[in-house]
């Protein structure tokens, strides 16, 4: 009878112990999840702060001098649409809209002029008011932050560009699409008797090439 008494003894003790093992390892789990949950919604939020932020953080790096490969050798990832955010247009240098792919966006020429933070106008480059000149603007591709030339890939030959420059609009058309090596630099192949629009980034599904869209003014 002493003997059966301290075997179930043994089992509840036993019993209690798996109990309290399962119940860690539950509670392991939990914590783990909500982790990994906490940190997305930490990225999440610092990426929205980025963009909150960008009109007040001037120590983010200028990128004149860098080659146009450099700025935008990167990976491309899976295609999602970009998220909309309130902007205030009237505080940039010049703003680059293009209606077929939902693209409005402005840039600068100062220190905010950042490849990470806005579209950005490479050095050497000419404002729309300058006769036969080329406003150059590069931008990363994919679906990241500052991907917003994220659906360049869908222009075609004919369709139009806007450039709102000194509270006047300039209307481009695209004449010219092509890919070039990434070397460093860009061959950029245009009609020097013309006003020029161009656009560079990363060809889609390609880490080998860059592709540059020529545009004139209409």
């Excluded at 983010?60 to 247009?89: A, C, G, M, R, T």
């Excluded at 404002?127 to 150059?136: E, K």
Aim: with cysteine; glycine share 6%; charged share 25%.
């Amino acid at each position: 009878m002493q003997k059966t008494q301290k075997s179930k003894n043994k089992n509840n003790i036993k019993k209690s112990h798996l109990l309290l093992l399962g119940s860690l390892l539950i509670f392991i789990g939990i914590m783990t999840f909500s982790w990994r949950y906490l940190v997305k919604m930490k990225e999440e939020v610092f990426s929205d702060m980025k963009i909150a932020m960008s009109d007040v953080d001037v120590n983010e790096e200028i990128i004149h001098d860098v080659p146009i490969v450099e700025q935008l050798n990167e990976e491309e990832k899976v295609e999602e649409e970009p998220k909309q955010y309130y902007i205030d247009y009237d505080k940039y240098l010049g703003v680059l809209e293009i209606p077929k792919i939902g693209l409005k966006r402005g840039f600068y020429n100062s220190d905010y002029n950042n490849l990470d933070l806005n579209v950005c106008m490479v050095k050497g480059s000419s404002l729309p008011d300058v006769n036969m000149g080329n406003l150059i603007l590069i931008s990363h591709s994919g679906n990241g932050y500052g991907a917003y030339f994220a659906y360049l890939y869908r222009l075609d030959i004919g369709d139009d560009a806007y450039v709102t420059y000194n509270k006047q609009r300039y209307n481009y058309r695209i004449v010219n699409i092509y890919t070039v090596p990434k070397k460093g630099v860009v061959s950029i192949v245009r009609n020097f008797s013309k006003t020029t629009l161009t656009l560079i980034t990363c060809t889609k599904n390609d880490d080998t090439t860059q592709t540059v869209y020529i545009a004139e003014l209409v």
